[in-house]
DNA sequence: TTGAAAGCGCTAACAG
DNA sequence: CTGTTAGCGCTTTCAA
C-alpha cells in the first residue's frame, strides 16, 4: 500500500498533525523533528495524496482548459503553452475539445466541477452565456483566451482582432488592392453563427477600408466553416461570384490553405493574379507554398497570461476583472504582392 | 454552499447511506424512496463530488496521456482522440508534454499519481525504463500507444512500422529508385537517440532493399531531430552529400516538409528530380505543395484502441498484456513519380 | 429495505 | 513546539 500520514508519523515517531505542518510549512516545527520527519518521507517515498488534501477545502491544482478543436493547429499550440505555464505554476491542465458544441461545453464543466479544479479557462466558441454568468456568480475562477464576450464582465486574454483586419487591409490597399474579399469564420456550419473575432476583424477590414475612401462591399464578404475543405468551397464561391478580387483575406490560416486551393484550381498565380493574407500565423502558414503572409497572434504570450491571470484569481489576490489585449503582427511572406 | 449528501438526505428525509445507494445504483432500495432522493437531487441540482467518492477508494474518472509535444500535429491528433473516447467513456484527460524529456517524465507521473489518476497512458518518447518498470509493479493501469519498449511487457498500441518502411520502399523501388535516403528522427537534439519507431521503418526499407537485391548503404541513412529547420538542414547535408539520391524517405511529415524545403533551394524539383515521402498522414501533408505521398497511421483507431485497453486494465477485467499492431496505410500524392 | 457508524488521508483549530 | 480531535463528503459493512 502506498504509505499514508500515519505512516510517516509512525516512522518518525511524531504525531499526524507535527507531519502536516512540516508538508504544508505552516506553524513552527523545531529543525531537529523536521528533519527526522523529513527522512521519514524520503526513506517510506511518501507522497501527500491531493485528493485527500482537496477534501480538506485545499486546491486540486488542477485546471480545466476548453477549446474547440485540440487537433487544430491553432488551439493545439494554445494548450501547449497554457499547460507550459501552468507546469511552471504547478497546476495540471485537463484538456476538453468542445466542437463548438454547447452540450459537451456544458457537461465538460460541469465534470470539471465535480472534480474541484481549481479554475477553467475558456477558449471555447462559448456562447453558452447563461452557464458563464451562473459559473460567475459562483465566484468560480474563470478566465476566456482569445475570445471576448462584450457582454460578460469576465477576465480575458486576447488579441486585438479589430487591429489585426485594420493592419491587414491597409497593407493590401497599400499594395494598390482596392477590391478585397474576405472568407469569415463560422462554426457549427452555421453560416449565422460568425466568429465574434472575424467580426472584429471585419470591422476593421472596413474601417480601414473606409478611412481610405473606398466603400464597404458586402458581396465580398462570404462565412465559411472552417476546415480546409469548406474553405476551399467558399473561396470557389466567391472567385466564381463575378470578377474575382484581386486579394482575399482569410481570417485564419485554415481558410486561407482552402483559399489557396480554390484559387489553384482556377488555375490563377498566387500572389501575382491573387494576393491571399491568413490569421493566426499558425505552423501551416510557414508550410503553404508560397509561405502565407498571415496575422501573428502572440499565442505564447496569451496561454502565459491567461494561466497567470486564472491563478491569480485561484489565490483570490485580484477581483477586479481585467481585459488584457494582445497586438497581433503582420508576418508579411510571399503571397501579397504589389498589384501589377 | 454546494449541496452534499446530506443535504439530499434531508430533503428526501432518508439517510445518506441511501442516498449512496441510490447514486451507485447499489443495495436494494423501493422504487418510492429511490423516486424521493432522485427528486432531492434534481431539486438541489446535486452532484456527488469526486474528490470525495475517490477518498474512499473509488475512480477518479481521470486519466493522464503523456506525450513528447501537445503543439505537434502528430500528438495532438493522437490527444484529440484519446480525449474523445475517454469523454465517450467518463473520463477526462490530463495532457502532459514532455518534449522527451526524462525529468519531466517523471514529474508528470508523479503528479498524475498524486493526483490519483485511474491510469496513464504513455505517448511519449518514455526511455524512462525504471519508472515504468515501478509501475507495472505497483500494477498501475498503463497502456503504451505509438511506442515499443520491446524489453518491456506492457500493453501496447501501435503501428507496425516495420512494414510502413517495407512497403514505402518498395513502392520507390517499383517507381524505378534505386538510391533511396533517409531521414531518420532522433530527440533531444542527439543524434544517438533515434526513435524506436525510426529504427524499425529503417528495418522494413532496409529489408524491402534485400528483397531486391541492393544492398543497404549506410551512407544514405540521417539522423534529425523532429523540426521543420533541422529536417531541412540535414537533407540538405544529405543532397550535398554526393550525387544525390533520386528519392528520400523522410520518417515522418515534418522532416519530409524540411526535405522538400531542401530539395526546393537547391533547384531540384519534386518529384521528377527528386521523389520524397513522409510518415504519418498528418494535416501537414495535405497542405504542402505538392500534396506529400506519405504513410497514413489510423491515429484514431489508435487513441481509441489504447483507451479501451487502459480502461480494461483499469476495471481489471483484462490481466494479460496485449500487443495492438495495426496496419499503416500508403498514402500516394503527388511528391512521388516514376523515375525517369 | 433502511440506517448507524466506521473509516478514506489530510487539515486546522485548540490545548497542552 | 507538539499532539488531540473534529471534520471534509462519500462508501460500505453490519444491524435492525
Redesign the interface.
Known amino acids: 500500500m502506498k504509505p499514508t500520514i500515519y505512516d510517516v508519523a509512525k516512522e518518525a515517531q511524531v504525531s499526524i498533525a507535527t507531519v502536516s505542518k512540516v508538508i504544508n510549512d505552516t506553524g513552527r516545527i523545531s529543525e531537529k523533528t523536521r528533519k527526522r520527519v523529513l527522512e521519514a518521507m524520503e526513506k517510506l517515498r511518501y507522497?501527500?495524496?491531493?485528493?485527500?488534501s482537496?477534501?480538506t477545502g485545499k486546491r486540486?491544482?488542477?485546471l480545466g482548459l476548453l477549446i474547440p478543436?485540440?487537433?487544430n493547429?491553432f488551439f493545439?499550440?494554445v494548450?501547449?503553452h497554457v499547460?507550459?505555464r501552468g507546469?511552471e505554476k504547478g497546476f495540471?491542465?485537463?484538456?476538453?475539445?468542445t466542437d463548438y458544441n454547447p452540450a459537451?461545453e456544458a457537461k465538460y464543466i460541469?465534470?470539471?466541477?465535480?472534480?474541484?479544479v481549481d479554475g477553467i479557462i475558456l477558449g471555447s466558441g462559448f456562447y453558452n452565456d447563461q452557464m458563464i454568468a451562473e459559473l460567475q456568480q459562483e465566484n468560480f475562477p474563470l478566465v476566456m483566451i482569445s475570445q471576448e464576450i462584450p457582454a460578460l464582465d469576465i477576465d480575458t486574454v486576447s488579441v486585438d482582432d479589430f487591429m489585426g483586419g485594420y493592419q491587414v487591409t491597409q497593407y493590401l490597399l497599400s499594395l494598390g488592392h482596392r477590391r478585397i474579399g474576405v472568407i469569415a469564420e463560422s462554426f457549427q456550419d452555421n453560416p449565422a453563427n460568425v466568429r465574434w473575432s472575424s467580426k472584429e476583424r471585419i470591422r476593421g477590414y472596413r474601417e480601414a477600408l473606409e478611412a481610405a475612401g473606398i466603400g464597404f462591399d458586402e458581396d465580398l464578404v462570404f462565412i465559411s466553416n472552417s476546415t480546409?475543405e469548406a474553405g476551399k468551397r467558399v473561396a470557389g464561391a466567391l472567385l466564381d461570384a463575378g470578377p474575382h478580387p484581386t486579394a482575399i483575406f482569410a481570417l485564419n490560416d485554415v481558410l486561407a490553405?482552402g483559399t489557396i486551393k480554390a484559387v489553384r484550381e482556377r488555375g490563377l498565380k498566387i500572389p501575382e493574379d491573387i494576393a491571399i493574407v491568413g490569421f493566426d500565423d499558425t505552423?501551416?502558414a510557414?508550410?503553404?507554398?508560397p509561405p502565407l503572409t498571415t496575422v501573428a497572434q502572440p499565442i505564447r504570450d496569451m496561454g502565459y497570461q491567461a494561466m497567470d491571470l486564472l491563478i491569480e484569481k485561484i489565490e483570490g489576490k485580484e477581483n477586479t476583472t481585467k481585459r488584457i489585449i494582445l497586438s497581433p503582427q503582420l508576418m508579411i511572406r510571399q503571397t501579397t504582392c504589389p498589384l501589377t
Open positions: 507522497q501527500p495524496s491531493v485528493v485527500a482537496a477534501l486540486t491544482n488542477t478543436d485540440l487537433a493547429p493545439a499550440e494548450a501547449r499547460e507550459d507546469q495540471n491542465v485537463i484538456m476538453c475539445s459537451k460541469s465534470l470539471l466541477k465535480q472534480k474541484q480546409i490553405i505552423i501551416l510557414t508550410i503553404v507554398d
